[in-house]
């Protein structure tokens, strides 16, 4: 029997996937903030993500996407900034087309954030 707290991490898990599948910024609202929160801290140990849970969710994003959109490891250097949280990790999303997302995410909120090449850590874009 699955208990309620691996039944809700599932849930939370695959709604992130199958967001990040259509290169969207997981939409988590649905869910009550310590319930992410929570998910999010059993999926993250201090040095980053469970690899376990990285494999289940790149696996996951594939699998949303048709094989159209990965999930890969990307050199914080290529952040505008770093994101200053205990075990953040930074990805770099691509499909097929040719799109590329940066995504910062960690058991912070939001888990999962969108970042522009050129953000500002105010929360700009850097266009003025």
């Known amino acids: 029997m699955i208990d309620d707290s691996e039944d809700l991490d599932d849930r939370v898990y695959g709604r992130a996937a199958a967001d990040l599948a ?5 939409d988590l609202s649905d869910f009550e903030p310590g ?3 929570e998910a999010m801290l059993r999926a993250f ?3 980053g993500p469970r690899p376990e849970w990285l494999d289940d969710l790149r696996g996951r994003i594939t699998r949303d996407s048709g094989s159209q959109t990965r999930l890969e490891e990307a050199d914080p250097d290529e952040f505008p900034f770093r994101v200053k949280e205990f075990a953040a ?3 770099r999303l691509v499909n097929t087309s040719g799109a590329t997302q940066l995504l910062v995410m960690g058991p912070f909120r939001p888990p999962f954030q969108f970042m522009a090449p050129d953000a500002d850590p105010q929360g700009g874009t850097g266009d003025s």
């Open 22 to 26: 259509a290169m969207r910024e997981p």
């Open 35 to 37: 319930e992410v929160d």
């Open 45 to 47: 140990e201090t040095s």
């Open 89 to 91: 990790s930074y990805h």
